[in-house]
């Protein structure tokens, strides 16, 4: 772990497994109650001088950490493989998105806002910095998700305490180290293990602001500590989200995008397409679209060449998504592609899509996050819209068209964070990036997600002042 910017070890510690194995490959360090207090600490002390230095400063450690993950990219991107599963080739995008929030966020501006500046007052709004910030991030894009809450805290003027999922802690635990070298002691600290350890962060008296990234049950356990203490939170929390296709898109045309807006990262997106809804006229040929494509990607381990689908991450996660589509095909519904896990050591399941079912069932109401796709028939767009706006999740979703203006109309009538018309999955870091009702609270990226990590704060001037 890095505390105070020096490696810390632990009397105890907890395996990592390989998920194309199954086997455990690696131990990674278990955070003490003691530890976290010295996290903390070293935090609080490093925001005091942090807060104070100049924008240029903050901007240069921003870049710092974009030429860390440049110059180390081979080697965090074989860590993510190993822990994650993702294929090589996404590790590696990985590293290019995390690099790419830093980026915008060394050179995004944001000066204070007038109010008023005449005879009689000048009044403006800066921006001031929290303090100690505690970041969970999740085991599906460790570096990346750990670059939208580092980029901005930091250039905000806040410390961090960051923890990966345990999971996937390796990768994020050796960026850490990295970063001990561009920062200084305690700006960033990065502790892991297992429960209760994210408790104990959201729980602990000295962080003035949780960033949490995960499920919406931990996101509601992290929202009831936090509020104890009036601390400040962001929840980015999962998604169910929909993909409706009009009657004029083309489902030969947009195949490839829609399977990919579901399965990236084998499914393991918050923010991935969890369900489409293909009308009547069409929905025969969508399905066996994406069933042909489905059928025809190589399932194997990240690491091995020409993979298109790694293994799932972890066991739990793999269970569910065996449970969800056992239900659905007990109650009726159609595997036109995939439907079992593969008999292999690992946790692989076979690229899924399931047809001839409704809103009624499980694996489309629910979020399956993993290698699932159900295509539900529909008659009528408002009905549609009504069914989708019916969940409590409300993440993205996206409306698919020849005609980009009628799939615009739509989009404006979902209640979604972020609706995509004609492509999904499209996130970038000057876009800001929440949900609605069940699936968050806050906003990350952009100049919003950058106020996150702040408080306003007038300065009135007197005539004369």
């Not at 960051?162 to 996937?168: I, Q």
């Not at 969940?391 to 005609?403: A, C, E, I, N, P």
């Amino acid at each position: 772990m890095t505390i105070d910017g020096r490696p810390a070890e632990t009397a105890g510690t907890f395996d990592v497994l390989d998920p194309a194995t199954g086997e455990v490959f690696a131990q990674a360090p278990n955070c003490t109650p003691a530890q976290l207090d010295a996290a903390m600490e070293a935090a609080e002390r490093a925001w005091a001088r942090w807060r104070r230095e100049g924008l240029s400063v903050r901007r240069k450690a921003l870049l710092d950490a974009r030429r860390i993950l440049d110059d180390h990219a081979g080697e965090l991107a074989e860590l993510l493989t190993r822990e994650q599963g993702k294929p090589a080739r996404e590790a590696a995008e990985e590293i290019t998105d995390a690099q790419a929030w830093f980026t915008y966020y060394a050179e995004v501006e944001d000066p204070p806002q007038i109010l008023q500046d005449d005879d009689s007052a000048r009044v403006e709004i800066v921006r001031k910095p929290l303090g100690v910030v505690a970041a969970i991030t999740p085991w599906n894009y460790p570096l990346t998700l750990a670059s939208w809450k580092l980029a901005p805290a930091l250039l905000a003027g806040n410390t961090v305490v960051l923890k990966p999922s345990p999971y996937t802690p390796l990768a994020t635990l050796r960026f850490g180290r990295l970063l001990s070298d561009a920062l200084p002691p305690g700006v960033v600290n990065v502790v892991s293990g297992k429960d209760p350890l994210g408790a104990w962060m959201t729980a602990h008296p000295v962080p003035r602001k949780i960033s949490f990234t995960g499920s919406v049950a931990t996101g509601k356990l992290v929202a009831a500590a936090a509020a104890a203490d009036l601390k400040r939170t962001t929840l980015e929390l999962g998604g169910n989200d929909p993909a409706i296709l009009l009657d004029d898109a083309d489902p030969v045309r947009i195949t490839e995008k829609l399977f990919w807006s579901a399965f990236e990262n084998n499914g393991q997106v918050c923010s991935a397409v969890k369900r489409v809804y293909a009308p009547a006229s069409r929905y025969d040929d969508v399905v066996e679209s994406l069933a042909a494509f489905a059928g025809s990607r190589v399932v194997g381990p990240g690491a091995a060449a020409g993979t298109d689908l790694g293994p799932l991450n972890n066991e739990p996660q793999f269970t569910r998504v065996r449970e969800l589509v056992g239900d659905a095909l007990t109650k009726g519904a159609r595997a036109a592609s995939g439907g079992t896990a593969l008999e292999r050591p690992g946790y692989f399941f076979a690229p899924t899509i399931l047809a001839d079912l409704d809103d009624g069932f499980r694996v489309v109401g629910e979020e399956q996050f993993g290698p699932v796709l159900p295509v539900v028939r529909y008659e009528d767009v408002d009905e549609v819209v009504r069914q989708v706006n019916a969940s409590r999740y409300g993440l993205t979703g996206s409306v698919w068209s020849g005609d980009p203006d009628r799939a615009d109309r739509v989009a404006r009538e979902l209640d979604a964070g972020t609706v995509f018309v004609n492509t999904h999955l499209a996130l970038q870091p000057n876009q800001p990036f929440g949900g609605a009702k069940w699936s968050g609270i806050g906003v990350e990226n952009g100049i919003a997600g950058l106020h996150g990590f702040s408080e306003p704060q007038v300065i009135h001037r007197a005539p004369g002042a």
